[in-house]
């Protein structure tokens, strides 16, 4: 019984990885990456992603249609929260004043968080209210492509 739910599990992980990087996203695994790429100069998307129902029905499809837009982040990253685990922490440091929260979206620019769309603002939302919060993001914060 319980292989089963691990391979199930495996499934539904990869499913999730794949779906993300299939929009356009870079995965970062280690923490690491993660300092490396947040603290470039210019904008970075990350999209906390998750195995939840929220993540799948409604974030992933928002973080790929939010970037078909005029302006957009320079960076589109992931980090999997309860998977990549050491990555997502140190993703998370950079979140300040924020709580964890997954799924999730953080504007990060030159190393410092400028925008969070939390957990709260994703569960229970149609992923194109999610996809106009994000465009709002990048008409802030971001340049035109």
């Not at 794949?18 to 790429?37: F, N, Q, S």
């Not at 210019?42 to 939010?66: E, F, Q, Y």
């Not at 998370?92 to 964890?100: A, D």
Request: hydrophobic share 40%.
């Amino acid at each position: 019984m319980g292989m089963d739910f691990n391979f199930l599990m495996n499934d539904v992980v990869r499913q999730a990885r794949d779906e993300i990087k299939a929009a356009g996203y870079t995965e970062l695994t280690t923490p690491e990456e993660v300092d490396t790429v947040l603290n470039e100069k210019g904008t970075t998307l990350v999209m906390v992603n998750s195995v939840c129902g929220c993540a799948g029905g409604i974030a992933r499809p928002a973080a790929a249609h939010a970037i078909h837009y005029d302006k957009r982040p320079d960076r589109l990253v992931t980090v999997f929260a309860g998977q990549d685990k050491d990555a997502t922490a140190q993703a998370r440091s950079f979140f300040t004043g924020y709580p964890p929260s997954s799924p999730s979206f953080a504007l990060i620019k030159d190393g410092q968080v400028q925008a969070m769309v939390e957990r709260h603002e994703i569960e229970g939302h149609h992923p194109m209210s999610v996809v106009e919060h994000l465009q709002t993001l990048f008409d802030q914060h971001c340049e035109e492509v």
